[in-house]
């Protein structure tokens, strides 16, 4: 299947901070790709669709001027946690998919953000 | 939007017994269908799915049925294995966003 790699893995970082997170799809074209997050023992909570070349549109609730969504070519989308709070430690996900994927989801291994 | 609820949220099985997770969804307009299993700190993996236009659907000791009218779509692990011991996750929607269920903590006893 297609392959897609997120980074960092893991990050700390102090409150106040801004923090960005990498997803890119190595070997497609990812036309649109979607993050998510997810607390322990919880379920993938969807945050925004992200299409290549356009804004991004975020899920009711969550607030874009604090998760800042860039897709900027085919094979990369980045999130910017800004001004980072404990509150937003959690574990981001991203998913990217494409024309050549016949509409499969493929996820990249997941950024574990703690903020102290 | 759609919603979509997950049963059970812990199973335990004896390995070689079966294992069977349900779903329901609320939008008669979803059409795609897929399972994913998750293990600990690790990405989802599509184990398999199932559209709109099938029943059922089996790879190997994985199926999956699809009851449109209800709006249920169930998984059925057989013979199941200390391998197969995960959170598996249900999802539904358009062909390629989807809502995903609460997640099924699986756990085969050996």
């Known amino acids: 299947g297609a392959v897609v790699s997120q980074h960092p893995s893991w990050v700390i970082c102090k409150s106040g901070t801004s923090v960005k997170i990498e997803c890119r799809s190595l070997d497609f074209q990812a036309t649109t790709m979607f993050w998510y997050r997810q607390f322990p023992k919880q379920s993938l909570m969807l945050m925004a669709t992200s299409n290549e070349g356009s804004k991004a549109t975020y899920e009711q609730g969550v607030e874009k001027d604090k998760f800042l969504i860039n897709h900027a070519s085919l094979t990369l989308s980045t999130l910017t946690v800004t001004s980072a709070h404990p509150e937003d430690s959690s574990f981001y996900i991203c998913s990217a998919t494409g024309k050549t994927t016949s509409g499969e989801l493929f996820f990249g291994e997941g950024s574990r953000l703690t903020v102290l | 939007g759609e919603n979509v609820e997950q049963h059970p949220s812990t199973l335990s099985v004896q390995e070689g017994d079966s294992a069977v997770i349900k779903c329901t969804y609320s939008d008669s307009a979803s059409n795609y269908f897929p399972w994913y299993k998750q293990e600990l700190g690790k990405r989802p993996q599509l184990i398999i799915d199932i559209r709109s236009n099938v029943g059922e659907k089996k790879d190997q000791r994985i199926a999956v049925t699809l009851n449109k009218t209800a709006k249920h779509f169930s998984l059925h692990i057989t013979e199941t294995q200390p391998e197969d011991s995960a959170v598996y996750f249900c999802?539904?929607?358009?062909?390629?966003?989807?809502?995903f269920g609460t997640g099924t903590k699986l756990q085969v006893i050996p």
């Open positions: 999802a539904a929607g358009g062909y390629q966003k989807v809502t």
